[in-house]
Every structure is written in structure tokens, then in C-alpha cells.
């Protein structure tokens, strides 16, 4: 039985070991910028990027498309493993922009745990409480970093309180900064009384120190007189009001351990990195239509959470990302896709650093690993090696921003591949005009969405199109008698036609109030934003 945990010692070993998180901010709170730290800290790479800079700057890893590194922002998903002593992380770096939320959803369902990160000035912003709310409906435990301490920053008390007022849950502080901006000194570890020190000139850091409390004379003497004395005052407060570290607690999402420093400057990252590492949690169980499932179970299996088309320019191939939620896969074996019932032969599975990728033999709960796709997978998708099951569906989010695709050459097949594969992505939905010229209409969750869609069209498939907005807000499947159907889409102004490639028929509505009408007004008939 799939529910019985395995005996493997080295299974239950590795599922131990591994820690699967990704990082969620506001756009310009310093994620990729963190990312990038985390694997320099690691040693999984020698030399970190800069997110935005001069051309003589190398490229951060996570953002590994062309119009990332042209744009300064992530669109899209990346996965990056390494080891760092005994662990085994996979890093789900996230696109920030509100645009790009469905990666970032489907991202979520794929990690046992997240760190957020927040602006130390600008405190929680409107990304960051829309992707916390994902995070609290699944329960998956986090890591708070604050971020930017060496730049003017609010009151952490304020910060904390914000924490706790805005996204309703409990903030402990596990270390405590001294000072802010140009006063900025380092930090104080309330859990083993360690002062990590800040050294603006050259962004070099002297040693930590051991000190017995806050209230260590010696203190007084490595930061002076009135930055000690405000350090015992406000860790005073912090102690008093009863604040202390629960490890169940975090796990239960009860509350979110909460550490300051500078992402950009290198500095608190180490100590950040040490209890991510001893605290995060590993792959826990998941569940399925068997009920719950757990890692250590000796059957394999596993879902597709992303596709991606285009990772290795040359071979304009597609991969499905795969997260392994219970037992060994291994290259070659012969994996059930349970939407079509099909079997495949896993000959070609790879891991993943950035852009990067590299063949693996084995991979345990909690990997992603990479499987060429050609057209054999899809967002959702449960796979299984010996035991049927299938795992919950991802949701889809229904598109809000429309434009037509306009083809300005005489590469139709290149047209053609581009939008049916970077509609495969989920990058957007694809209708087609059941009147007048079938000209695909594009829909998105935002409008950075179609500039990004016309940027790859063009430089993947070297397809030169125009992409023109239309009026649209709102699109829905339509369920119910073909001419009460008929009937209904003849008679509502402000409505447009249409299906989708599976020739499902659909309706555009140019406003709210259309929509609503329709649903007021027919009540034979179902409009859905999302189809099972």
C-alpha cells in the first residue's frame, strides 16, 4: 500500500536530508538578490550576480531567459539545486511581479516550505500578502527575512507588529538589529548571544563575538555606550513581551521566525542559511485521492507543477518540471501518466541550476526533476511508477487582460508551435473567434503577460507578430443547452464568441456587469472560470 512508509533506509535517510522552499517578496524587496547570496553562501556558485547593474556584471543564475536579464525582473519560475553540509536544497526562486502570480501559485504547490522576504523601508506590500494567503491556505511554514537593514529602514517593532496586524500571524524575532541605515552596526542573536557585526567600508564583516547577554559590558565597548544601552532597552522588550521560538509552532503556522539583515551587502546570510537548513521542514506527506501519502512510501510518485518551453535554445525543446512526492525515481523507468492512462520510459531526466541542467540517475521526494516533453505532459499531471493515484489538480486562474496575435510574416508553423506551446507553459489562454477571421485572441492574468508573450515569440521562435489589446475583462467557459447557449450569446451586448482548442465554447465579457448579467438572466447556464 502506497499509505505504508518504506523500510529503505537510504530513502528514509535522503527524504531527511531534503529541504524544498521557495522565496516569495514584492517586486524590488530583494529575492532574486537573495537567491543569489544563498547559493554564494553554499558554494554552489563562485561569483553572485547583480540583478540589475552594469554589462560587466555577470547575470544572476535564477534569471536565466533573455528578458530577465534585459528587464531586471524574473517571469518565470526557476529551479536550482545544491547541498550545503548534510542537506540537499531545491530553491524555487519566484517571479515577483503581481503579473506573473499563476508561476508563483503553481510554485507553491510544489515546496514544503517558503521564505518571504521583506523591504525593511516599505514593510508588507500587496504581493507579499496576496502570495502569504496562498502560503496560509496550504500551511506551509515561513521563514521571514527582512531585508535591506543598511538602507533606511522603520522601526523593526513596527515591522513586527505589521507582520502580525497584516498577515495574522505571530512574528518572533530571532535575532535583533542594531541601528538602521547609516547607523546600522549589525545584529544581535537572541538565541545564542551572538553579535554579528556590520562593516560598511569595503562590505567586509569582522568575526562574530560570544557575548553572555545583551547586557555584556563588553558590549559597551565594541558598539559604544548609547547603540548598548538601546540594544538592552529594546531586547528588553522583546524578551518581556513573552516572545519565544517554537519549533512546532513555525512548522504548524502559528507563527514565523523573523531575522534582519542585508541581502545585497552579504551580511546576516550565514545565520539566515543555518536555520533554514535546521529548521525548514522536510517532504511531508501529500495528499491524494487515496488519502494521505508519505514520502518515505515505497512507490513513486509525483505531479507536474510547470512546463517550459525553450530552455536550450538549440533544440527548441519543452521540459515538464516533476516533483517527487514518495519513493525513488529512477532514469528510465517506466512512469503512468494518470490523466491519459499512458505509460512513458523516463529516459532523459535532468536536475536543474538555473538555465542549467544535467542528467541524474536517481531522484528522491522533494527533487524536481525536468522531463523532456514533447506534448506528453501537462500542468497537473499526476505520474506514478507501479500504483494508480492521482493527486489534486492545480488551479488555473482565470485571464483578466486579452490581445489579438497578429502574424506580420509568413511563418505560420512558427506561429503556430510558439503560441500552442507557450499556452502549454500556462503562460496564457488561448480562444479562438467562433465569428468572423480565427485569429488566436490571447488571454493573460496581466498585461506585462502579452508584452513578454510578443518578447518570446520573437526571440524563440523568431516570429515577428503584433499583439493588439482588446476590451475584454473577463472570459468563461459556457455550460448548458447548445441553443439556450446560442440564444443567450445572440441577445447580450458587450460579448464575443468563442472556444478554446479543445473547441469547448467559451464567452468574452467586456465588463463585470455584462458577466453578471448573463449569469442573472440565464439560469440554465453555467459560466465557469475554471473547467475541472
Same mark, same amino acid.
Given at each position: ?9 537510504t ?12 522565496i516569495i517578496?514584492?517586486?524590488?524587496? #530583494? ?16 561569483l *553572485? ?13 535564477s ?5 530577465e ?32 502570480? &499563476?508561476?508563483?501559485y503553481?510554485? !507553491? ?5 517558503v521564505?518571504m ?5 516599505? =514593510?508588507? &506590500?500587496?504581493q ?11 500551511? !506551509? ?5 527582512i531585508?535591506?537593514l ?10 513586527l ?6 498577515? =495574522?500571524?505571530?512574528a518572533v524575532?530571532?535575532?535583533w ?40 559590558p563588553?558590549?559597551? &565597548? ?11 532597552d ?7 513581551? =513573552? ?23 552579504n ?7 543555518k536555520?533554514l ?19 518515505t512510501?515505497p ?13 536550450n ?14 519513493g525513488?525515481?529512477?532514469k528510465d523507468?517506466?512512469i503512468t501518466? *494518470?490523466?491519459q ?7 532523459r ?6 538555465g ?6 536517481? *531522484?528522491?521526494?522533494?527533487?524536481v526533476?525536468g ?6 505532459f501537462?500542468? %497537473?499531471?499526476?505520474l ?5 493515484l492521482?493527486?489534486?489538480p ?11 496575435a ?15 506551446? !507557450?499556452?502549454?507553459? %500556462? ?5 479562438y473567434?467562433?465569428? #468572423? ?7 493573460t492574468?496581466g498585461?506585462?503577460?502579452?508584452e ?5 515569440l ?15 475583462k473577463?472570459?468563461r467557459?459556457?455550460? %448548458? ?13 458587450g ?8 473547441g ?11 458577466l453578471e ?16
Open positions: 500500500m502506497l499509505t505504508v512508509a518504506s523500510t529503505d533506509s530513502l528514509i535517510a535522503e527524504v531527511a536530508r531534503r529541504r524544498t522552499f521557495a517578496s514584492h517586486p524590488d524587496a #530583494g529575492k532574486t538578490t537573495l537567491t543569489e547570496k544563498l547559493l554564494l553562501y553554499a558554494g554552489a556558485i563562485e *553572485a550576480g547583480a540583478v540589475r547593474g552594469r554589462k560587466s556584471e555577470r547575470a544572476v543564475v534569471d536565466w531567459m533573455d528578458i536579464r534585459e528587464r531586471g525582473i524574473s517571469v518565470t519560475s526557476a529551479a536550482v539545486e545544491f547541498d550545503i553540509g548534510a542537506h540537499h536544497l531545491t530553491l524555487l526562486d519566484t517571479p515577483g511581479h503581481k503579473d506573473f502570480s &499563476e508561476d508563483t503553481r510554485t !507553491l504547490f510544489a515546496v514544503d516550505g521564505v522576504v521583506i523591504d525593511a523601508a516599505k =514593510g508588507i &506590500e500587496a507579499t500578502r496576496k502570495l502569504f494567503e496562498v502560503c496560509k491556505l496550504r500551511k !506551509l511554514p515561513v521563514l521571514t527575512f531585508n535591506k543598511d538602507q533606511p529602514s522603520r522601526d523593526p517593532f513596527d515591522l507588529d505589521e507582520i502580525e496586524r497584516v498577515l =495574522g500571524i505571530h524575532p530571532m535575532n538589529p542594531i541601528g538602521s541605515g547609516d547607523r546600522f552596526r549589525g545584529v544581535f542573536d537572541l538565541q545564542d548571544s551572538i553579535v554579528h557585526f556590520y562593516e560598511r567600508k569595503g562590505r567586509a564583516h569582522e568575526a562574530p563575538v560570544q557575548v553572555s547577554s545583551a547586557h555584556d563588553r558590549l559597551a &565597548e565594541l558598539l559604544g555606550q548609547q547603540p548598548w544601552q538601546h540594544l538592552i529594546e531586547t528588553s522588550l522583546v524578551t518581556g513581551a =513573552g516572545t519565544v521560538f517554537d519549533h512546532q509552532g513555525y512548522l504548524d503556522f502559528l507563527h514565523t521566525p523573523v531575522f534582519f539583515g542585508s541581502a545585497l551587502s551580511f546576516g546570510l550565514e545565520p539566515f542559511l536555520a537548513t535546521e529548521l525548514a521542514p522536510p517532504p511531508r506527506p501529500r495528499m491524494s485521492d487515496l488519502g494521505l501519502i508519505p514520502p512510501a512507490h513513486f510518485t509525483g505531479f507536474v507543477f510547470k512546463i517550459q518551453a525553450n530552455m535554445r538549440r533544440h527548441r525543446d519543452r521540459i515538464a518540471f516533476l516533483r517527487v512526492c514518495s525513488v525515481f529512477e523507468m517506466v501518466n *494518470a490523466r492512462g499512458a505509460e512513458i520510459r523516463a529516459s531526466p535532468y536536475r536543474f541550476f538555473g542549467k541542467r544535467e542528467t541524474i540517475e536517481k *531522484a528522491y521526494p522533494g527533487d526533476v522531463l523532456v516533453n514533447p506534448g506528453q501537462g500542468i %497537473g499531471d499526476t506514478y511508477g507501479d500504483q494508480p492521482k493527486y489534486p492545480i488551479p488555473r486562474f482565470p485571464a483578466e487582460h486579452f490581445g489579438i497578429r502574424l506580420r510574416d509568413v511563418r505560420f508553423k512558427q506561429f503556430d508551435d510558439g503560441i500552442r506551446q !507557450l499556452e502549454e507553459e %500556462g503562460l496564457m489562454q488561448v480562444l473567434p467562433t465569428v #468572423g477571421r480565427r485569429e488566436p485572441i490571447l488571454g492574468v498585461p506585462l503577460q502579452l513578454v508573450l510578443k518578447a518570446r520573437e526571440n524563440e521562435y523568431n516570429v515577428q507578430c503584433d499583439v493588439d489589446s482588446l476590451p475584454y473577463a472570459a467557459w459556457v455550460v %448548458g443547452p447548445a441553443d439556450k447557449i446560442a440564444a443567450m450569446s445572440a441577445s447580450t451586448a460579448t464575443r464568441s468563442a472556444s478554446d482548442r479543445d469547448r465554447p467559451m464567452i468574452l465579457f467586456e465588463s463585470e456587469w455584462a448579467y448573463c449569469e442573472r438572466n440565464n439560469p440554465d447556464i453555467k459560466l465557469m472560470a475554471v473547467m475541472p
